[in-house]
Nanobody, 128 residues
Framework: QVQLVESGGGLVQAGGSLRLSCAAS????????MAWARQAPGKEREFVAS????????YYADSVKGRFTISRDNAQNTVYLQMGSLKPEDTAVYYC?????????????????????WGKGTLVTASS
């Protein structure tokens, strides 16, 4: 049984930093591209960042580029999202996702609702 468990969310002041973790089990992490997405209250889930199976390539939404960094440790079965210069508009539930297809397809897979696996999310609140 595949499980993705996010942690590290919380309340932070605008301008602050947080690091999210996604612990994976029940799958061979190195065979999956991984991503983070987020959903703010009253809004649709949106793509944040993705990373290739080996971790050598990353891809970011324009809204977080230069502020967030996605990384992975396949030996530890964990994916990370380092978030900096947080803004109130970054407030959302952040979800970890896994899919066997290319890391660049996550935005379209998100819209079609066909991503292989999702975690249950962790709440990030950036206060002004």
């Amino acid at each position: 049984q595949v499980q993705l468990v996010e942690s590290g969310g919380g309340l932070v002041q605008a301008g602050g930093s947080l690091r999210l973790s996604c612990a994976a089990s029940g799958l061979t992490l190195s065979t999956y591209a991984m991503a983070w997405a987020r959903q703010a209250p009253g809004k649709e889930r949106e793509f944040v960042a993705s990373i290739s199976r080996s971790g050598d390539k990353t891809y970011y939404a324009d809204s977080v580029k230069g502020r967030f960094t996605i990384s992975r440790d396949n030996a530890q079965n964990t994916v990370y999202l380092q978030m900096g210069s947080l803004k109130p508009e970054d407030t959302a539930v952040y979800y970890c996702a896994a899919d066997r297809r290319s890391m660049f397809t996550f935005p379209s897979l998100l819209k079609s609702g066909t991503i292989n696996y999702w975690g249950k999310g962790t709440l990030v609140t950036a206060s002004s």
